[in-house]
Structure formats: structure tokens, C-alpha cells
């Protein structure tokens, strides 16, 4: 029977056409579905880049290209577009099967051709080509294939591959791009090696070629199932798993298993799948977990979009961390009382002052937290010999006899008033469940695990017995956006050997991608494993206008420009709901949601559900949304990074390098929140922050 398969770029497309090419459109996939296609008027094009292209009738006016097979039944559609535009995009555009990676790949080989002609002459008189030093056999073996190879021997320098990206197959630009920027093949072969695949690639046998290219062509079973997609073509693209990620999702491990990958790679798709497959299986109650509960509400959405099947659903357990560690000790304790962070602030500055000490309540606050805490350090002795790794201020003993000092009486004054901590709760919750004999799950899943503490690491170890798929961690150490750090290992969690790494970015454009990864560049950022983690290879096939990067004089300015900006948009044809306003601080955030208020424009607070107007929030509600349109408000100097939330240079420098670096870390995360455009804006002078970009405007 014959099948259609639509391009995933031109998914997001279709909603966009009116109703009745919608319609048309899902006729057709009616008729391949009944085995009449041969009745739709497939006609083969004269003037295509490639002879499989075929014109297919939606309407009087509108064609689409269909890539036909030279066997087998699988056709692909690929645009739909006004009669004389499909014909033009048929005419630029080729289609082939790479032959080392065996996936299809859509490239433009006249703009390419365009590009390079239009730049400017070499200012060398004898150019040496850029390839020049790697064989035919050396750039085929890498999946290089024969029209990109032809193209490749005639670039002089990397200006020009940098020129030609949007029109190359996106991993045939990534091993071009490797080899300039000094890698060996072997180490490009390396990086790529997830992608690459061993079967025997045949460049004619396109159905094998589709079902190796789930990063951009999906199969739609008939006009019902397009149907869904339209309505929430969004929504879809958040639950649909890729074959990459699939073998992910359904391995069986033997023990604690880890995804990672850079935002918009798809570790939450992963996960989502994980926790379905986990729970179809019935060997026990599944917990699928998280830092914070907005974050556990857009999993349970995703949940419910993927399980339509309710006795499933009901045996996976979605909770944020804090909330698990608060129902076990009330399942075993009174309720607690929990100090808010100013009150445990003004006890521990009631320490500093009754005991004559020479260091700050933010300084004890967090050695408590990362050496006591993280290491389970319950005497004096414990404490003198405690690593202190990371911490930065070098104490001598008598010096670290004074901090446990403080720290005892800190704890003391906590017994003796029966008040808790987030923290003191989670420990105390370790205890009660070491000493319960029926574990609360059989699996956990942990979505953004960067951001746990080791107290809740070993939590979680505690409430699933040690076996077969019992720990399965999504996160990645870029986005971390709190203070908690820890390696796996000293919370008894080891991931040798079970690990994975995503490097397709699904979500974010290339042009906001490349931007972002600026935010961090030279940052050294450790993978939870004792190692570093590397964002190198994280890519988007999807292509976009470039970040606008703006300064103003003043914050009016910068308000006024936001509700032009946000009214332009919407013109364009953007829901309110697709258009996220990101800030560091929420003063900032209340002009905004007053400024756009004011201009009658829709807006809400910024949630897992952001229906019904503009999401205005801080960076860090931002975390696990997406938006097709974003701005970034208020990057300035005084603004980002947040004066607050920096260690000053003189209490600790290895504190202060670690706070700048979270601070970078929050940065990159909202602005890779957008999907398709990025304003980036500040007023007085720009944040520290920012990399330095010829894209930068400013506006008085």
C-alpha cells in the first residue's frame, strides 16, 4: 500500500496554509492511504534538481513536491507552495541519501553555487583550497557525497563554508566544518559516530532511507492523524521521538542509565518515552521526577498528550524532588515547619554575631550545603578532613574549627525550635527511607538533573532498589541554573558505559543556536561524572533570521521597542501564546506585563500553560518552555549578572567564578527558549555577558 511521509519542516509549514489547502492536503493523504494515488496526476518534473521530484495537484493554484521512489511504496512530501514557487524551490533544491549516514538530506545547490560567486575574489594570488590536504576516498568515507565533494574542492578558506551552511545537508557541513576548524578524520568520524550507521546503504532504496530519518521526515498514518498534528503541531513535535532517541528510550540497562545533550536535543522527549515503556512493562510503580514543580507540570502534559491508555498513566508518579522528600517525612513525622531563605539567612547572621566570627552568612549558608551536606559530614573530625573541592577559600584548621562551630550551633538552633529546611527535610527523609524495607518505586527517571543537590541524589537512590533499569537521568550540565553541583559517584550513582549524548537540536534555528553557544564559550563545565562536559557537534538543521541584538539609552526606550516588537509579530500572524518575554529580574518583568497591558495586548505569567497571552517571566521560569518568538529584556550591566546572586571577589573568587558561570548558564538558557527568532535588548551599556558580535545594533 502506498504511504505518504511529510518533511517536518513542512509540518510547521502547513499550519500556517488556509483551511482549505489544509484540506486538500489531508484529502490526499486520504487517497494514498486507499491505494489511489495513482489517480492524483504525479507528474514528473522537466526542470528539478532530481528526476525522483514529482507536481502533485492541491487546489487551482497551490503544487506540491513529492519525492517519488525508484522502488518500493514510500513518497515523501516535501513542499506545498503557490504553482510557480513549487516549481522554482523544485529546480534549486536536490534530494539524496547520504551515503554514510543513510538518511535523506535536502540541500541547495544553486544558492550554494550563488553564494560563492557573489563573494569577493581572494586577496591571495594563489589561494590554497581549503580541502586540498584530505583524499576523495578520505571526505566519501566521512559522507561527503558526490555533488557536496565537487562544491567542497573549489572553497579557498572557511569564510566561504561558513557562506554556503544554510545550503548544505547539515552533517555534511558538520564534517567540512570539522576538518577546517584542524580536527583529523578519525576524530570527526568520532563525533558523528552516533549518527552513522552499519547497514549496507543503497542510494536508490529511499523507504530505508526515511525510516533512518526520523530528524526530519515523520509518517503519518492517514488524514486523522494529520488532522492532530495540525491542531497542535507543537505539541506533536514535544512527544515525537526520534529513532536515535528511541534506542535510547527503549534499551534496557543494567543499572543507572544517563542522557545528555544540549537544549532542545530532545532528553525530555527521551525521558517521557522512557517512563511510558517503563510503566507498560507493570513490574512496578514508576516516579518520574524533577528540580521544580513547573517542571513537573509540563511532564505530566507531555504524559498526557503521549499515554492514551489510562492504567499506564496511573503507574507513572510525576513529583518535583522537594515534594517527594516533603511526603515521606509527613508520611512519618508531624508537619514540619520550613524556614523561608530570609529567615534561615537572619539565623545564620544570629550565629555570626553571638559567636564573634569573621565570615558572612552567604558563606556559611553554602558550606553547610556543599561540604556538610554533600558529604554527610556529622563530626568535627569529618568536617577537618572533608574535601572542600570547588569551594576556592583555603581555611586552615583552627579556621575550619570556627566554621564547625557555627555550623553546630546552626543546626542546634534548628532542633531546639523544630524548624526545617528544604535541605534538612530531604536528609531526614534519607534516613526514614534506609530504614524501610518495600522501596517506593521500581524506576526513577530524572528530567533536568543538573540541578539536584547530592542530598537528593541520594534520595532517590534510597527509594529504588539498586538493578535492572532502576535510575534514568536526562540533563545537561550547560543548563544549570542553581547552585546545586555533584558528582554521581559519591552519591553511589554510576553511569560507566550507560551513558548517551543527543547533538540534534530540534527545536532552536541554527542562527539562534550558534549565537547562544557564544554565551559559554571557553567555560570549563563538569559533567557530573568527574569529567567535562563538551557542547562541541550540537546542531539544528532548522534555519532563521539571525539574533537581533540591541541596545537603547534608556528603559523607556527599551519598553517602548519590546511592545513594537511584540505588535509586529502578532501582525505577522504569531498567537500571543507563541511569544515568550524573558527578564532577570521580576521589577523588570512587571513594566513589561504593565507596557504590554497598556498597548491592549494579551499577557499572563509565565507558566507550563501559556495560553491565552504573551508569557512575560524571569529566565528562570523559562526553563522547559519554547516560544517561535522571543525577547530577552534588560541585559545591561546592572541587570545581568544579578548583583545579588554574586559572590563578591574578596569572600571567595572560586565562589565568584562559580556564580558568573550559573549566571552565563541562565542566560543561555532563555535565549535558547526561542524557536525561531531571538531579540536580545538592554539599556546603558550591555551586559558583561554578551559576546561581542557585529550583529549588534544600537538605538538611541
Not at 323 to 329: G, P, Q, R, T, V
Not at 457 to 482: E, M, N, S
Not at 597 to 611: D, K, N, Y
Request: glycine residues 6%; contains cysteine.
Amino acid at each position: 500500500m502506498a504511504k505518504l511521509v511529510i518533511d517536518k519542516d513542512f509540518l510547521l509549514d502547513l499550519g500556517a496554509l488556509e483551511a482549505s489547502v489544509q484540506r486538500n492536503v489531508r484529502d490526499i493523504f486520504a487517497k494514498f492511504a486507499a491505494s489511489t494515488h495513482t489517480g492524483l496526476h504525479l507528474e514528473k518534473l522537466r526542470a528539478a534538481c532530481n528526476d525522483r521530484y514529482r507536481s502533485i495537484r492541491i487546489n487551482q493554484f497551490m503544487r506540491g513536491i513529492v519525492l517519488a521512489p525508484t522502488s518500493g511504496d514510500t513518497y515523501v512530501l516535501l513542499k506545498v507552495l503557490p504553482h510557480d514557487d513549487a516549481y522554482a524551490w523544485a529546480a534549486r533544491r536536490d534530494v539524496s541519501i547520504n551515503p554514510a549516514f543513510g538518511v535523506v538530506e535536502i540541500w541547495d545547490g544553486v544558492g550554494a553555487a550563488e553564494t560563492l560567486a557573489a563573494l569577493p575574489e581572494s586577496t591571495t594570488s594563489e589561494p590554497t583550497l581549503l580541502f586540498a590536504g584530505f583524499g576523495d576516498a578520505v571526505l566519501r568515507k566521512l559522507g561527503i557525497d558526490d555533488q557536496v565533494l565537487k562544491l567542497s574542492r573549489s572553497l579557498t578558506d572557511k569564510a566561504q563554508l561558513d557562506a554556503v551552511k544554510e545550503f548544505l545537508p547539515s552533517t555534511q557541513w558538520q564534517v567540512l566544518s570539522g576538518l577546517a576548524e584542524g580536527f583529523t578524520p578519525d576524530e570527526v568520524w568520532e563525533l558523528l559516530a552516533a549518527e552513522l550507521t552499519a547497514e549496507p546503504i543503497d542510494p536508490d532504496d529511499l523507504d530505508a532511507a526515511i525510516a533512518r530519518s526520523g530528524h526530519r521526515l515523520v509518517s503519518v498514518d492517514g488524514p486523522e492523524e494529520l488532522l492532530a498534528i495540525l491542531e497542535r503541531p507543537l505539541d506533536f513535535w514535544r512527544v515525537y521521538l526520534h529513532p536515535t532517541q528511541r534506542a535510547i528510550a527503549d534499551a534496557s540497562y543494567r543499572g543507572p542509565a544517563r542522557v545528555t545533550g544540549g537544549p532542545g536535543t530532545g532528553k525530555t522527549v527521551v525521558a517521557l518515552h522512557r517512563a511510558h515503556a517503563l510503566a507498560r512493562r507493570n513490574e512496578g510503580r514508576v516516579l518520574l521526577t524533577t528540580f521544580t514543580s513547573t517542571l513537573t507540570d509540563i511532564l505530566q502534559s507531555g504524559l498526557n498528550m503521549l499515554i492514551e491508555d489510562e492504567q499506564v498513566r496511573r503507574r507513572i508518579e510525576v513529583l518535583n524532588i522537594d515534594k517527594l522528600a516533603n511526603k515521606i517525612f509527613r508520611k512519618h513525622r508531624k508537619p514540619p515547619q520550613i524556614l523561608s531563605s530570609a529567615q534561615e539567612r537572619q539565623i545564620w547572621a544570629s550565629v555570626v554575631e553571638d559567636l564573634q566570627l569573621p565570615f558572612t552568612p552567604g558563606f556559611l549558608g553554602d558550606e553547610w550545603r556543599e561540604v556538610v551536606l554533600a558529604q554527610q559530614t556529622r563530626s568535627a573530625d569529618q568536617y577537618l578532613a572533608a574535601k572542600r573541592r570547588g569551594r576556592g577559600r583555603a581555611m586552615n584548621a583552627q579556621t575550619k574549627a570556627s566554621v564547625w562551630l557555627a555550623i553546630s550551633d546552626f543546626e542546634r538552633r534548628l532542633t531546639e525550635t523544630r524548624q526545617w529546611t528544604y535541605e534538612t527535610i530531604c536528609r531526614e527523609a534519607v534516613r526514614i527511607m534506609e530504614t524501610v524495607e518495600d522501596p517506593l518505586y521500581r524506576h526513577i527517571l530524572v528530567d533536568e538533573a543538573q540541578d539536584l543537590s547530592p542530598e537528593q541524589w541520594r534520595l532517590l537512590r534510597a527509594c529504588v532498589p539498586p538493578g535492572t533499569d532502576d535510575l534514568f537521568i536526562a540533563g545537561d550540565t550547560h543548563q544549570r541554573i542553581y547552585q546545586n553541583r555533584v558528582t554521581l559517584k559519591d552519591v553511589g550513582i554510576h553511569v560507566a558505559g550507560r551513558s548517551a549524548r543527543l547533538t540534534v537540536n530540534y527545536r532552536t534555528t541554527a542562527e539562534i543556536l550558534r549565537w547562544s553557544l557564544e554565551l559559554l564559550r571557553g567555560e570549563r563545565i563538569d559533567d557530573m561524572d568527574e569529567g567535562l562536559e563538551s557542547i562541541a557537534g550540537c546542531r539544528s538543521d532548522l534555519h532563521g533570521p539571525d539574533p537581533v541584538i540591541r541596545g537603547f539609552d534608556s528603559a523607556e526606550d527599551e519598553l517602548s521597542n519590546l511592545v513594537g516588537l511584540v505588535e509586529g509579530w502578532i501582525e505577522r500572524g504569531a498567537a500571543p501564546e507563541e511569544i515568550g518575554i524573558a527578564t532577570r529580574a521580576n521589577d523588570l518583568g512587571a513594566k513589561v506585563w504593565a507596557a504590554l497591558r497598556q498597548a491592549g495586548i494579551p499577557v499572563i505569567e509565565l507558566s507550563a500553560a501559556t495560553a491565552g497571552g504573551v508569557g512575560v517571566g524571569t529566565m528562570h521560569r523559562m526553563k522547559g518552555l519554547e516560544f517561535r518568538y522571543l525577547a530577552v529584556l534588560g541585559v545591561g550591566d546592572k541587570q545581568v549578572p544579578a548583583p545579588a546572586a554574586i559572590t563578591s571577589v574578596a569572600e571567595d573568587p572560586h565562589a565568584h567564578e562559580r556564580d558568573l558561570q550559573r549566571e552565563r548558564c541562565l542566560l543561555f538558557v532563555a535565549c535558547t527558549r526561542a524557536r525561531e527568532e531571538l531579540v536580545v535588548t538592554w539599556h546603558g551599556l550591555p551586559s558583561e555577558l554578551l559576546p561581542e558580535a557585529p550583529n549588534v545594533e544600537r538605538s538611541s
